[in-house]
């Protein structure tokens, strides 16, 4: 049976996403657009104004009066347990006798309409007793103040070596956090069934999630909690385990008064519950040689936790396992910290780590280069991955099908790098207010689930009589496309065009267990299982066509919405209908695990990644010496994606992960005042990228030619996350507009975010060093 035919119209071409129309014209419906079914109730919470304290009091009653105010809840009136740790227990959905931080969660009121909601919930009397809080990292760090115990990737004997280094540097940097930012904020709609079921719509990245925390709080099975997605307004992340507030909440409230409740946020509520990306202070000591070739490196990479465990194992190991980037360490110590703070619990974010890690990374390859008075681009090329000697990561496993070298060498030439290189120094050579600054970096970035227990995933297929396909998995869709690739799998294996193919939303009640959309991951793993799925069907179908074509099974080929074998053929709808008179099932689930990987979390040793996506950017700035004020001018990109199910989409996702880093690294500036308060929660204070704000000139090329291991999609690589990191050229091209002002051999200092008011100090620190 011909099943691989060479024509794969669906797959390796650009389509349109399943929604932009609908995302143009404002026909994509979300959870608040959904009509409000008869008697539904809205939410409004009561948080804490104390970033640590005791509970003495909640009083409820005058909020209880108010005409229209169904319920107020505190700890006590949650039916199960009080506790959705994602990872370690320990994490009330509603503060239990301690609040942790200024926003934290402690009761909630449910009431006919939004506006009753929050006027009763800010005539709820909250009395406590202050405490001391932890809200600075480095404070955190000093006291050792940890919500988990340290962690450390080993290899080799570095300290050693460091001794024996003929250069030793260190340095530090310091890289911020990041609010999500998701165009639709956090909400969703619980509605109860009968036998104590409950049904909620939940703009969550992790639907399985959700469905067991809401089960937990509300003291029911899982089979008693169906979770429903059909697309979030953005997630990044910031759905994953944060979701589970906003639905728990409406669950608990929709079971106690008995019914349907929506919870959803306002932009300042949103920024101010729930978490943000890990802020970092990374610190590196490391010996080289006079080349500027390490030697041995001892990395210590403090996390920001906030508050609770949340999500930060994960975090931190994926910072851990990134903080080589494309760079072998003959010898190698990185320690993760789990710094408590009385913040906000931080959580998931794109990059999930990794680019803190490549941040710690590029940061000291760039001191390297600066202190040695050595060009950055060249201590970047000699410290590469290599062959065999110079190919094992920190967590040993081999670095393999590395392309990053041809890669470089592919994008300087198309970029002019060389003599922009030159054009840049002989512009700063003028000693101007305005300076330039040019810089590459890569991206090395592991595919997969850090735990290899999340990389699985499942898929459920419906072959209708008239040819039309119902597709569901476990993948959920919130602007990246997936739901698009996935169906362009299906399509390709059957040989149909797109528009035959009807993603549905994801449900707990059609595919159980279920990871993430996360860890770029989401067509990696669902578009498998929906292959795998698809594959059996077709292949049933195959002997239903072999028989009615009179052929053998082996000749027949589905493509181009036809069946075929030799000269004879049949449209896929007639043949399906013949499947269904012949009681063959054109149903089937799929069920798709990760291969090769393994990871064990007590020695930090193994294969936790199937593959590596790579990437590089070039990017020019200016900034104004005068002011800090800064302008991106160019960036040119080249990322591999291995052969691209979606040109189209592929690129989408490139542009948009470069201009978030590049926001991250340049302007998102999270801000809290010494009580604890996040000063910046609204689109007022917080600035994230507009379009003035993209390079004036962005190329963005996908790396030809280069199709992935053969047990991949279709051959494809994932693309959600390794673009973002891309940004972190902006920041090295700022760090290079700076130095033009200083002596040689100053490297400087430059936090991230690299927000105006930090580069103009750089750059008068880098003046003084002229001057001496």
């Not at 929050?118 to 007793?129: G, H, I, K, P, Y």
């Not at 202050?130 to 080799?156: C, I, K, N, Q």
């Not at 013949?578 to 063959?584: E, I």
């Amino acid at each position: 049976m011909k099943l691989d035919t060479p024509a794969r119209a669906a797959v390796h071409h650009p389509h349109a996403h399943d929604s932009a129309l609908k995302h143009a014209t404002g026909g994509a419906r979300y959870i608040d657009d959904m009509a409000e079914p008869r008697g539904c109730l809205h939410t409004a919470l009561v948080t804490s104004r104390w970033a640590h304290a005791r509970i003495t009091g909640v009083d409820a009653s005058k909020a209880l009066e108010l005409p229209g105010v169904h319920a107020v809840v505190t700890a006590a009136d949650i039916p199960g347990e009080n506790d959705i740790g994602a990872i370690v227990p320990g994490e009330p959905l509603l503060a239990d006798g301690v609040v942790e931080y200024v926003g934290h969660p402690v009761a909630a009121v449910a009431a006919r309409d939004l506006e009753t909601a929050r006027r009763a919930a800010a005539l709820v009397a909250v009395e406590a007793e202050p405490l001391t809080p932890v809200l600075d990292l480095r404070e955190a760090m000093a006291r050792e103040h940890y919500v988990l115990p340290p962690s450390e990737f080993l290899r080799g004997k570095p300290g050693p070596a460091l001794a024996a280094a003929p250069h030793r540097i260190r340095g530090e940097v310091m890289v911020g956090g990041q609010d999500h930012f998701y165009l639709e904020t956090q909400a969703a709609l619980a509605l109860p069934q009968e036998d104590r079921d409950m049904l909620v719509h939940s703009g969550t990245q992790h639907p399985t999630e959700v469905q067991h925390l809401v089960a937990r709080l509300l003291g029911v099975d899982m089979n008693a909690v169906t979770v429903e997605v059909r697309r979030m307004g953005g997630g990044f992340g910031g759905k994953e385990s944060q979701a589970t507030i906003i639905a728990g909440i409406a669950a608990v409230l929709a079971r106690v008064t008995g019914r349907p409740v929506k919870c959803r946020l306002d932009r300042d509520t949103d920024m101010m519950v729930t978490g943000k990306r890990h802020d970092f202070l990374l610190r590196w000591d490391v010996g080289v040689d006079d080349d500027g070739r390490v030697q041995a490196v001892e990395m210590t990479l403090a996390a920001r936790c906030g508050w609770s465990v949340d999500l930060s194992p994960g975090v931190v190991s994926r910072a851990l396992s990134h903080a080589d980037n494309a760079y072998f360490y003959p010898h190698v110590k990185l320690t993760g910290l789990f710094c408590k703070t009385n913040t906000q619990s931080n959580t998931a974010f794109r990059g999930f780590g990794g680019p803190q890690g490549m941040m710690a990374a590029e940061a000291m390859m760039d001191q390297i280069a600066r202190t040695l008075s050595l060009d950055p681009l060249e201590v970047r090329r000699r410290n590469f991955y290599g062959p065999e000697g110079r190919n094992l990561t920190p967590y040993h496993q081999p670095v393999e099908h590395f392309r990053l070298p041809a890669m470089l060498e592919e994008l300087l030439a198309s970029s002019d790098y060389a003599a922009r290189r030159k054009a840049v120094d002989a512009f700063n050579a003028k000693r101007g207010v305005l300076r330039k600054g040019l810089a590459v970096s890569p991206v090395k970035f592991g595919v997969s689930f850090n735990k290899p227990e999340m990389n699985q995933a499942g898929a459920l297929l419906h072959v209708y009589t008239d040819g039309s396909v119902s597709l569901n998995h476990g993948g959920t869709e919130m602007g990246q496309g997936l739901f698009t690739k996935v169906a362009q799998v299906v399509a390709a294996v059957f040989g149909l065009d797109l528009d035959r193919i009807k993603p549905t939303a994801t449900t707990t009640g059609k595919v159980p267990n279920t990871s993430p959309t996360a860890a770029s991951s989401g067509t990696d793993l669902n578009g498998m299982a929906a292959k795998i799925a698809a594959e059996t069907i077709r292949d049933r179908m195959a002997d239903v066509a072999a028989e009615h074509l009179g052929a053998e099974k082996s000749a027949v080929v589905f493509e181009r919405n036809m069946v075929r074998a030799g000269n004879k053929s049949i449209p896929f709808g007639e043949l399906a209908e013949l499947c269904h008179v012949a009681r063959v099932s054109l149903s089937s689930t799929g069920f798709y695990r990760t291969p090769k990987i393994h990871f064990d979390r007590t020695t930090n040793r193994g294969r936790p990644f199937f593959y590596f996506a790579h990437g590089l950017a070039v990017s020019e700035v200016a900034i104004d010496t005068l002011t800090g004020e800064w302008k991106p001018l160019r960036t040119d990109i080249l990322h591999d994606v291995g052969a691209s199910l979606n040109p189209a989409v592929d690129k989408g996702q490139i542009e948009g992960g470069f201009v978030q880093g590049l926001g991250w690294l340049t302007m998102e500036e999270l801000v809290w005042d010494k009580d604890g308060v996040l000063k910046t929660h609204a689109p007022s204070t917080y600035k994230i990228p507009t379009a003035r704000d993209v390079p004036r000139d962005l190329r963005v090329e996908l790396l030809a030619d280069a199709p992935n291991e053969e047990a991949t999609v279709f051959r494809s690589k994932a693309v959600g996350e390794p673009p973002f990191m891309l940004a972190i050229s902006v920041w090295l091209a700022l760090r290079d507009a700076v130095a033009s002002c200083a002596a040689p051999g100053h490297v400087p200092k430059l936090d991230a975010p690299a927000t105006p008011e930090r580069i103009l100090m750089s750059v008068q620190a880098a003046k003084e060093t002229a001057s001496a």
